[in-house]
Every structure is written in structure tokens, then in C-alpha cells.
């Protein structure tokens, strides 16, 4: 007698829903949230949402409304894009079902963080544009709400590319070599050089720039941890701007190599290459990598 396998997991599916209207809103949510709802064995679906939208949905789910997992936006996207990955692994691990099997209805809060300048929102596209690599072995199924009256067209316009039910889908590492074909502004003329991008000496500079002490912790911290994780270092490290704005330049003698670098936890048991970055992402608001002939040049900003 032969035993049947059973299927191996769906990969990924990422979604996207763009309305501008509350009703055009509801009804995506309710399809989506009645499809997880439905699926056997699958845990409750999750609606990530502005708090007036979850109360929309919670009024037209009725009776259903106690077996979906409610979240405000701003409890969620709390930080930079890395916290968002970090946020969703987490979350995944603690509460989805075998391979990952969830239903998450995801709305970027657009009106806030992700969508307060043109650099803040190309770090959440390249987010949306990883996503598909980050979590393809999951069998997650996640729908990226849109409001056009807060994102407005262009992000709506760039977020497309990153979703693949879309006609106008790019491949993830095209679209990130894309943002990142964008130079980088040159170091000011008043930038401090350090030869040895030492946690002591970089908490030390960014507290005379007016970084509370434990922020500049962080922010050394952050530096020290890539300066190990990417060396050698060609030359000397950069340190500029005042708090909370404070940037570190590193130079590594050799490409990073890998748009995911840092975007991936570490293994719990024990560090490998990578970590540093790992931190870094979590704790800067910014963190920039341009690879070229000579290096490579990594660019922190804590805020």
C-alpha cells in the first residue's frame, strides 16, 4: 500500500488591494478575511489596519468579527522597514500555522512614517519588493491595503511593482538594484573622520551632537557591530550631522554583495556574517548600501 504525501505548502502569496472609498475597503477585507476564515486548520486571520477601519470591518463582520485578530497600524509598523520584517517573522513564528498558513490583511500606515518623504517610502518599497523573497518559503497569504486618499497615486504607482498579481510586477532584485542605482548625496565638507570606528569613540561623537545617551549607545553599537561584520574597512570611517540625524560612512574593501544583507535574522545560535547589519537595520532609520568597483560604501543614519 502506498502512502499519499501530502501537498508541500504554497509558497508566498502577496497581495495587493487599492481602494478609495470605505465600501471599495470593506468589501476587499471581507473577501480576503472570510478566505482565511474558511480555510481549514489555518489559525484566525489578522486585519492590520488604521484603528477607524478596523471598527468599519468589525461593524460589517458581525458575529465573525471575534474570530479575526485585530491590530492597529501603529502598533505594528512602529519603525523603519527592517522592523516590519522583524515584526511580520515574529509574528509568523508565534501564531501562523504549519509552513506559516495565515491570512494577513496589511495597511502601511501612509499617513504617518511610511509616507512622510520620498526616501521613507522607497525604503517601504523595497520592503514590499523583499517581502517576496523573505518570505517565499511561507505559506503566508498577505493582502497590502492601499488607500489612494492617504498613499496617493504614485506610491500606489511604484507599490504595484512590487506585488506580483500585478500587471507591472518587477523581479525583487531588479527593483531594489533600481533604488539603489540612485547616488547617494556626498559627504559635507565638515565630516569627521575616525580611523577606528570604535563603539567608545562614536558614542562619545554622537553624544557631543546632542544624542541622548542611550540612543547614542545604540547608534555605536550599531556601527561597531557593521564595522566588524563587513571588515576590512577601506580607510577611514565618516561621522556627520547633529542629533537625532547622526550618519556614520564606512568604506568596506569588498562589495556587500546581497540586497537581502541585513534584512535576515541571524541564527539563534551564534553569529555568522551579516549580524551587524541585522542590528543595524533594526536600529537605524536608515541604513544605505552602494556597491562599486573599489568596495562598497555603508551609510547609517540613526534618525
Known sequence: ????????????????????????????????????????GEP????IADPRNLDLLRDALGGDAKDVTCVPHTDWYTGSAANAVAQAASYLTAH?????????????????????????????????????????????????????RTAGPAVVAAARRAHPGTDVYEDPLRLTAELDAVPLPLPPAGAQPLAEPHAAA????????????AD????????????????????TALLWGEAPACVCELRPARPVGDPLAGF??????????????WYARQVCAYVDIRDDAGGATVRLQYA
Open 216 to 235: 547614542a549607545e545604540l547608534f555605536a553599537t550599531a556601527v561597531a557591530e557593521t564595522a566588524a561584520a563587513l571588515a576590512p574597512l577601506d580607510g
Open 96 to 148: 501562523a500555522g504549519p509552513g506559516g498558513r495565515i491570512h494577513l490583511l496589511m495597511e502601511p500606515v501612509w499617513s504617518g512614517r511610511a509616507g512622510r518623504s520620498a526616501r521613507e517610502t522607497t525604503e517601504w518599497i523595497r520592503y514590499e519588493a523583499l517581502a517576496n523573497l523573505l518570505f517565499a518559503p511561507m505559506a503566508t497569504t498577505a493582502l497590502c491595503a492601499y488607500d489612494i
Open 202 to 213: 562614536v558614542q562619545a561623537w554622537a553624544e557631543a551632537r546632542g544624542l541622548p545617551a
Open 264 to 277: 535576515v535574522p541571524p541564527p539563534p545560535t551564534g553569529p555568522e556574517p551579516g549580524p551587524g547589519l
Open 44 to 47: 484566525p486571520p489578522v486585519a
Open 1 to 40: 500500500m502506498t502512502t499519499r504525501q501530502p501537498p508541500a505548502p504554497a509558497a508566498f502569496d502577496h497581495r495587493m488591494a487599492v481602494f478609495d472609498t470605505d465600501d471599495d475597503f470593506v468589501a476587499a477585507a471581507l473577501r480576503f478575511l472570510g478566505e482565511g476564515l474558511a480555510a481549514p
